[in-house]
């Protein structure tokens, strides 16, 4: 019998789960009616995302349908109310880490496509990738997502490496505590060996759940073209124990309530087959990107105030799956967003290879300047990590940098279960604030540090006295008072 290339897999081997379950049609239909859904129905949808439980595609497509501005408001209204009371005042952290864009693919709206002779073309060595963390490190990151194009030199045993590589590196008191990946679709044997090495989140996007537009976009002949084997990307990866996995598809290529409503279907298709839903969700908007000529690409243009309402849905849709908005998106979006269903944010963060560099030996500021054709797009807030901090603190937020879940084997089905009242006030918001402290000791400004201990106080002050509460405490003040770090409960 032939041995499987492991870097070039043979694409027919799917899931046991792998039918495609994008059943355009009746997606299509669900949403062209119920403009005007009557308030009944909408009473029961809301009471059931107040109680936490995730909505069918049926109950999702009324929320989507309606164009009714008192509905949406009550869509906003439940949002914020779901997102504080299960994710609390945390907003985790993380950055991007490009390792490589050499890209066999060819999809029309990516810098790195094939046919794109502006780019610059790159792959991290190990020493370059170990510098890049280094600066990572340096900056006060603890998790991050390492990102690939689809190469033959990509494959897992090459990711594992890189992520043993990121593991590895210490900086002083410092190291990566959570590394995520972002690649493209794997085969069991090559999601066997990224789980190996403790990859936390396996994410890869769809796109675009509309197989028309999807063959538009991804052009025939090109691995990617391959609709069906993207589509059991994440069933593949947890069926090989990867069940931390994050869903996505970019807005703007076709309908937004299409790619919403297939996103939740995605889901919901996750959850009957595992028993887990998506660990996270992303729905980034196209960005200008090198020799990409947007207007031929984006014939379904997502405003602002849709973009805030598809979050929205979201979050009374799946309640439990993380709702990231990465810098792709303006500071201001950013800022609402989090009001009402996203969880986590990347911040100071370089989408180009080799793009963290060492502030303190070259005595500059962190100012990024955006050079496309070294980019996979333009980045909409470019802020760095200790103004997004800064600001996150003004607005009441906490910066979480905690990894503890995925350290302690809370992960995928196990997550969900733990994903319940209590939870977050006896070990998110402990976490958040230990690797809050951790930020302010090692690594923030004054300024940040001035309003992240009053903070700190404030939010202990809300604890309830215990023997918890006397613990975080104590766990503060070590980190204050001594070298002892990444104490998590
Ligand atoms: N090559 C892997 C793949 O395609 O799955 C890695 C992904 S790519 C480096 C990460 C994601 O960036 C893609 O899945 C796509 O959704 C998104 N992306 C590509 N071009 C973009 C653009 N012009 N604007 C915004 N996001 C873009
Ligand atoms: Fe390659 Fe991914 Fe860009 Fe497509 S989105 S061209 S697969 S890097």
Not at 172 to 198: C, F, Q, T, W
Not at 250 to 269: D, R
Not at 435 to 450: C, G, I, M, N, P
């Amino acid at each position: 019998m032939p041995t499987e290339n492991i870097n070039l897999p043979d694409m027919s081997r799917l899931s046991a789960s792998g039918i495609d379950f994008i059943d355009e049609s009746y997606f299509e239909s669900l949403l062209s009616k119920d403009k005007k859904p009557d308030s009944g129905r909408i009473d029961e949808i809301i009471s059931k995302s107040k109680s936490k439980v995730p909505l069918t595609i049926e109950e999702t497509a009324v929320l989507l349908a309606t164009e009714e501005p008192e509905i949406i408001e009550r869509i906003f209204e439940t949002a914020r109310l779901l997102k504080r009371d299960i994710y609390g005042n945390r907003i985790v952290i993380f950055a991007p880490l490009y390792v490589g864009n050499y890209c066999m693919n060819d999809c029309v709206y990516c810098g790195f496509r094939r046919s794109n002779k502006e780019s610059i073309r790159r792959t991290l060595t190990a020493k370059e990738l170990r510098e890049q963390v280094t600066n990572l490190l340096r900056m006060g990151h603890k998790r991050t997502i390492a990102v690939f194009g689809e190469h033959i030199n990509y494959g897992p045993v090459f990711i594992a490496n890189c992520v043993n590589e990121i593991y590895s590196v210490k900086n002083g008191l410092d190291s990566i505590r959570r590394v995520n990946i972002n690649a493209a679709p794997l085969s069991h044997e090559g999601y066997r060996i990224v789980k190996s090495v403790g990859i936390g989140t396996y994410q890869v996007f769809q796109e675009t759940y509309h197989h028309s537009t999807y063959a538009r976009m991804h052009p025939a002949g090109t691995r990617k073209s391959n609709f069906a084997w993207r589509l059991d990307a994440p069933a593949r990866a947890i069926e090989s124990g990867c069940d931390d996995v994050g869903l996505g598809a970019l807005m703007g290529l076709a309908n937004w309530k299409f790619e919403i409503l297939s996103l939740v279907a995605h889901a919901n298709h996750l959850m009957k087959n595992y028993g887990v839903g998506p660990h996270t969700i992303s729905f980034p908007r196209i960005r200008p990107a090198s020799g990409v000529t947007l207007k031929e690409i984006i014939q379904n243009d997502v405003s602002d105030s849709n973009f805030l309402r598809l979050i929205a849905i979201l979050r009374l849709s799946v309640p439990y799956t993380g709702l990231i908005v990465t810098a792709r998106e303006p500071a201001e979006i950013r800022k609402t967003a989090l009001g009402f269903g996203v969880s986590q944010i990347d911040a100071g963060g370089h989408i180009e290879i080799g793009g963290y560099v060492n502030n303190e030996e070259e005595g500059t500021k962190d100012i990024q300047v955006q050079a496309l054709e070294k980019e996979q797009f333009e980045l909409g807030d470019v802020r760095q990590l200790d103004e997004v901090i800064l600001q996150l603190l003004k607005d009441g937020y906490i910066p979480s940098f905690c990894t503890a879940c995925y350290r302690l084997g809370r992960t995928g089905k196990v997550f969900m279960e733990y994903a319940i009242p209590g939870f977050i006030q006896n070990m998110c918001t402990p976490n958040a604030l230990m690797t809050l402290k951790e930020y302010l000791v090692d690594h923030a400004s004054q300024e940040t540090r001035f309003l992240g201990e009053k903070m700190l106080q404030d939010e202990l002050n809300k604890i309830p006295d215990s023997p918890q509460k006397s613990e975080i405490a104590k766990r503060i003040d070590r980190i204050n008072n001594s070298t002892d770090r990444d104490l998590y409960f």
